[in-house]
């Protein structure tokens, strides 16, 4: 069978729609992000009781379906309560901070190709840009600003901390995401959204560029601030981080924020790694499967494999250590990302013309796989647990105790003299008995 040719949208199909089409461009897109939200916040709930052998919510609603309505009503019905510490301007701010920009990255994200609407060729897409995905990196890391400021303008501790936390989050797994789309840029000639897709109409970026995906992947995670990279909230130790001074609507905001982040990244990492809106094969090689609406379903199913993986991520690993953190971000990822993106330009540039094309493709996945392999052995070497001696050898002694080792006199610890043994401290023996007073002198 002969597959039809696909109408991928180009950047002359963009901005000759009349303003109504793109009023309702725009509403469907964010009905998409305030759906996608709710669905998510009740199947996390759902699927991870299932993890855990719990029942989750069943109450309201047939089989508990309305409890993401119910909790929505109750946070807008709560009392907003404002500490009498805040940076009020500031701390009414921080949550639009954090939403806007996140619903705002999903201007460029493509749906599908071209379609009519009404009698209008219109492609399934707000808007696209020459630089489009980096327009989504910008938009995106405007986002943590709200983050931030939310927690600096609350006048508490654990929020501050939880903000600091949050800059350093983004500092590190920003250079990874950036590099890793540096090699998809190299491979498909262009940084628009469509036109990386249509880069992908006969081999999907994950297959060629591995260690790309597999690094986006982890750092999508890290910039979410989802489990187990959630330091910025961490409940155990920082109450509920940045947002532990907001209640009512403008606490919701920050979980409306974090959901709708979740489906951006989600939907980015379709765009640039899972071929966009192409159906999977075997439907790709059907004429219906990539024209007209159809695409929208395999967009959507793409995207919530995505988030089925971070509720899985969260159901499954604890949370990591904070030097853990910090290492696999600019010991492991940037490193390896920088590493990659040289092997990516060197076999583009030596494998060249035309009838190349099978090769090329050949070695970058051979590449990718060898590159793949050692990003799991870095981050299994940095997380393993250090080996335990065995207890039946000899105890070594222990080295002698030298004061003047970092160039500074340094005094033993109490518990060891200066020859690393252990020090025994008598209690103050007793007074002899004629030097004891006696009752006479006392009263006296």
Do not use: C
Request: no cysteine.
């Amino acid at each position: 069978m002969t597959a039809l040719a696909i109408d991928y949208p180009d950047l002359a199909d963009f901005g000759h729609d009349p303003i109504w089409l793109v009023v309702v461009k725009a509403v469907a897109v964010f009905a998409f992000l305030v759906v996608n939200p709710l669905v998510a916040i009740l199947l996390e709930r759902k699927i991870m009781a299932r993890m855990q052998s719990r029942i989750g919510p069943n109450r309201v609603g047939p089989r508990g379906i309305l409890q993401s309505l119910a909790d929505g009503v109750k946070l807008a019905l709560k009392e907003g309560i404002i500490p009498s510490g805040v940076d009020k301007v500031i701390y009414l701010l921080a949550p639009i901070i954090a939403v806007v920009p996140a619903v705002m990255a999903f201007a460029v994200i493509p749906f599908g190709p071209m379609v009519s609407v009404f009698g209008h060729q219109t492609p399934l897409q707000l808007t696209d840009l020459p630089v489009g995905v980096l327009y989504v990196l910008a938009v995106t890391s405007v986002g943590v600003y709200g983050i931030v400021l939310a927690g600096w303008s609350s006048g508490s501790t654990y929020p501050l901390l939880g903000g600091l936390r949050s800059t350093a989050q983004v500092i590190s797994y920003e250079i990874a995401m950036g590099l890793t789309f540096a090699a998809v840029f190299l491979d498909a000639g262009t940084m628009s959204t469509s036109g990386i897709v249509a880069a992908q109409e006969h081999h999907w970026y994950f297959l060629l560029l591995l260690p790309s995906f597999v690094i986006y992947a982890i750092s999508m995670v890290g910039e979410t601030n989802r489990a187990p990279f959630d330091l910025p909230e961490a409940e155990g130790e920082l109450v509920g981080g940045f947002h532990t001074e907001y209640s009512s609507l403008k606490f919701a905001m920050f979980m409306l924020a974090e959901y709708i982040n979740m489906v951006t990244v989600s939907a980015l990492a379709t765009t640039m790694f899972l071929g966009g809106w192409q159906a999977p094969w075997p439907l790709s090689a059907f004429d219906w499967a990539n024209s007209g609406w159809w695409p929208i379903l395999w967009f959507t199913i793409k995207v919530w494999a995505f988030l089925f993986v971070f509720i899985w991520l969260r159901t499954s690993l604890p949370r990591l250590r904070y030097d853990q953190f910090m290492n696999l971000g600019w010991k492991v990822l940037i490193p390896i990302s920088l590493t990659w993106v040289m092997v990516v330009a060197i076999i583009r540039a030596s494998i060249g013309g035309d009838d190349a094309g099978l090769i090329r493709a050949l070695v970058s996945a051979g590449a990718g796989l060898a590159v793949t392999a050692l990003i799991g052995y870095a981050i299994w070497r940095m997380m393993r647990v250090p080996d335990v001696p065995d207890a039946s050898s000899e105890p070594q002694s222990p080295a002698e105790f030298d004061p003047m080792a970092g160039g500074f006199p340094v005094p033993p610890m109490p518990s060891t003299d200066s020859r690393s043994q252990p020090v025994r401290i008598d209690p103050e023996p007793p007074l002899p008995a004629e030097e004891k007073p006696s009752r006479e002198t006392t009263d006296a």
